[in-house]
Nanobody, 127 residues
Framework: QVQLVESGGGLVQVGDSLRLSCAAA?????????MGWFRQAPAKPREFVAT????????TYADFVKGRFTISRDNAKNTVYLHMNSLKLEDTAVYYC???????????????????WGQGTQVTVSS
């Protein structure tokens, strides 16, 4: 069953902004060690974008999004967000949120650190 529900992707132009949301499915226990965002462009491996440690609030970003993307959360809604500003053509990808329930590493910047994944949402940046 779907445990993480993503939304917010779409088609935007270079320089635009977009906010992705990732909500835990209602009724389930949600107590992650970390929540992360990854992306995968066509013919490329999945890559780390950002992670938020749920307990401490510590945040780590990939170098290529620093200053443009912001990860945030709403504890009451069991939701994590990815705010994306100044979008570039190379940001085009399927974006995935992921949940770390096993505390494999800190910070959790590898795909293997996460055991629950969202379905992905397409972000397309056009010129």
């Amino acid at each position: 069953q779907v445990q993480l529900v993503e939304s917010g992707g779409g088609l935007v132009q270079v320089g635009d902004s977009l906010r992705l949301s990732c909500a835990a499915a209602s009724g389930r226990t949600f107590s992650p060690f970390a929540m992360g965002w990854f992306r995968q462009a066509p013919a490329k491996p999945r890559e780390f974008v950002a992670t938020l440690n749920w307990g401490s609030g510590a945040i780590t970003y990939a170098d290529f999004v620093k200053g443009r993307f912001t990860i945030s959360r709403d504890n009451a809604k069991n939701t994590v967000y990815l705010h994306m500003n100044s979008l570039k053509l190379e940001d085009t990808a399927v974006y995935y949120c992921a949940e770390d329930t096993n505390f494999m590493t800190y910070p959790a910047i590898y795909s293997r650190d996460y055991d629950i994944w969202g379905q992905g949402t397409q972000v397309t940046v056009s010129s």
